[in-house]
Nanobody, 127 residues
Framework: QVQLVESGGGLVQAGGSLRLACGAS????????MGWFRQAPRKEREFVAT????????YYADSMKGRFIISRDNTKNTVFLQMNSLKPEDTAVYYC????????????????????WGQGTQVTVSS
């Protein structure tokens, strides 16, 4: 059974940082490109970032470029999202997702392109 479990969310002041982690089990982690999405209250879930199987390629939504960094450790079956210079508008539930069908060398920004999802972790940024 595939499981993706996010951690690292919490409450932080504007300008602060958080590092999210997503641990995977039940799959061959290095065979999956990985992505992060988020869903703010009363909004649709949106793409945040994605990373290729080996970590060589990374892609970000425009509003996260320069502030967020996605990385992965295939020896630990974990993908990370380092979030810096956080803003109140970054408040959302953050989800990780796994994509088997792409090696991640081209960005996959749509929800249906990902086969497995975690339950999410809440990030709240206070002003």
């Amino acid at each position: 059974q595939v499981q993706l479990v996010e951690s690292g969310g919490g409450l932080v002041q504007a300008g602060g940082s958080l590092r999210l982690a997503c641990g995977a089990s039940g799959l061959t982690f290095s065979s999956y490109a990985m992505g992060w999405f988020r869903q703010a209250p009363r909004k649709e879930r949106e793409f945040v970032a994605t990373i290729s199987r080996g970590g060589r390629y990374t892609y970000y939504a425009d509003s996260m470029k320069g502030r967020f960094i996605i990385s992965r450790d295939n020896t630990k079956n974990t993908v990370f999202l380092q979030m810096n210079s956080l803003k109140p508008e970054d408040t959302a539930v953050y989800y990780c997702a796994a994509d088997l069908r792409s090696d991640g060398s081209t960005p996959r920004r749509l929800e249906y392109e990902y086969e497995y999802w975690g339950q999410g972790t809440q990030v709240t940024v206070s002003s």
